[in-house]
């Protein structure tokens, strides 16, 4: 029975409360872009959740955009081996 009792407190100190859950929603809602224009209204957490995964989303899509482009731009520029390899470290 101990056994149970000190995993029952371990599972209740990582706990996160539903005040720390606003809270942490708050945050994430006043960075996105879509749930700016309406963070004085009350948003569900999925509502939130779902805007930040299509965020994320949109920002893979524009850094492979981006990628692809850099790359295409590369192969046709000349460049020192030397210049190509500082963008290359700069990229990674």
Do not use: F, W
């Not at 989303?57 to 524009?62: A, N, Q």
């Amino acid at each position: 029975m101990s056994t149970r009792r000190s995993r029952s407190r371990q599972a209740g100190a990582g706990r996160i409360t539903d005040e720390q859950i606003d809270d942490l929603m708050s945050k994430l809602q006043a960075i996105l872009p879509e749930a700016r224009l309406g963070r004085n209204d009350r948003v569900s957490a999925a509502k939130v959740l779902q805007e930040a995964c299509g965020y994320i989303r949109s920002l893979h899509r524009e850094m492979d955009d981006l990628s692809e482009r850099l790359s295409e731009l590369l192969s046709t520029t000349e460049m020192s081996s030397a210049q190509a390899a500082v963008v290359r470290s700069l990229l990674m």
